[in-house]
Nanobody
């Protein structure tokens, strides 16, 4: 089992920044690719960004490319999401997730952290 706990959400004005953190415990963190997803009210959960186990590869949704940056610190068992130039449409609950090697689906999910961007 892998336990994931997100933090860093909050209320910010449009154009502002937030940094989300996701702390992992339970298994060897570096064995898992990590991703961030989000779900806005009344909408389906959507992919935001992913990072490989080593941190050498990243993949961003077009909607956040150039504004969000994912990183990870395997020594601290933590993945980060730096969000800049936030827009009201970024308002959502943000979830981090872990994916085992060779899997196509994410195995473990955090509880989520609310991000609200006011206009």
């Amino acid at each position: 089992q892998v336990q994931l706990v997100e933090s860093g959400g909050g209320l910010v004005q449009a154009g502002g920044s937030l940094r989300l953190s996701c702390a992992a415990s339970g298994r060897t963190f570096s064995n898992y690719a990590m991703g961030w997803f989000r779900q806005a009210p009344g909408k389906e959960r959507e992919f935001v960004v992913a990072i490989s186990r080593s941190g050498g590869s990243t993949f961003y949704a077009d909607s956040v490319k150039g504004r969000f940056t994912i990183s990870r610190d395997n020594a601290k068992n933590t993945v980060y999401l730096q969000m800049n130039s936030l827009k009201p449409e970024d308002t959502a609950v943000y979830y981090c997730a872990a994916k085992s090697a060779g899997k196509s689906e994410y195995d473990y999910w955090g509880q989520g952290t609310q991000v609200t961007v006011s206009s």
